[in-house]
């Protein structure tokens, strides 16, 4: 709940942050009452200027930025925290890496792996705890499913094969047909 609160108060501070949100599996743990591991934070804005304010007031080291526009933050409380440009993704080819654009938080929640994966709660002042769930899910959750977004999902990324073996047989899901 700290880092949720500083977000909450950072977002605030910061003209050029549009939204936070908290992202993917955390958000699926909470919602099954898991312990939630590290944090997937996605920011509609300037999310470098938004992981460097979090870092400052979490005491921990300037975070680490990759290709992707994600920025990693390493703490004493918890494993760690990813913080993403909100984003949207497209594929030159099977397995390419992506090129990425600029999104809202439902392009960013639309490209991810999993329904399961794909929900957001708000974590601006404005609408502090609003659950975004475009691709439904919460009622995946509920149904006790692993299901993908797209046909063409294992194709532009094969690894998810892998791990949607791994979810269904971790949260003891069924894998949507």
Not at 73 to 89: G, K, M
């Amino acid at each position: 709940m700290r880092v949720f609160n500083l977000c909450r108060e950072i977002s605030a501070d910061l003209d050029e942050v549009d939204g936070v949100y908290v992202v993917g599996g955390v958000v699926r743990d909470l919602i099954l009452d898991r312990e939630p591991g590290d944090i997937d934070l996605s920011v509609v804005g300037h999310a470098a200027a938004f992981a460097e304010k979090l870092a400052q007031r979490l005491s921990a080291g300037a975070p680490i930025e990759s290709q992707f526009l994600t920025y990693k933050i390493n703490t004493n409380s918890v494993s760690s925290i990813d913080v993403v440009n909100a984003r949207t993704e497209t594929y030159a080819g099977p397995a390419a890496l992506p090129d990425i654009t600029p999104g809202t938080i439902e392009d960013d929640l639309k490209r991810r792996d999993f329904t399961v994966n794909s929900m957001a709660i708000s974590l601006s002042a404005d609408d502090w705890g609003l659950l975004v769930d475009p691709m439904n899910g919460f009622g995946d959750i509920m149904r006790k499913r692993i299901k993908v977004h797209h046909d063409e999902s294992f194709v532009v990324d094969p690894t998810r094969i892998f791990r949607t073996v791994r979810y269904a047989v971790r949260l003891g899901f069924k894998i949507d047909p």
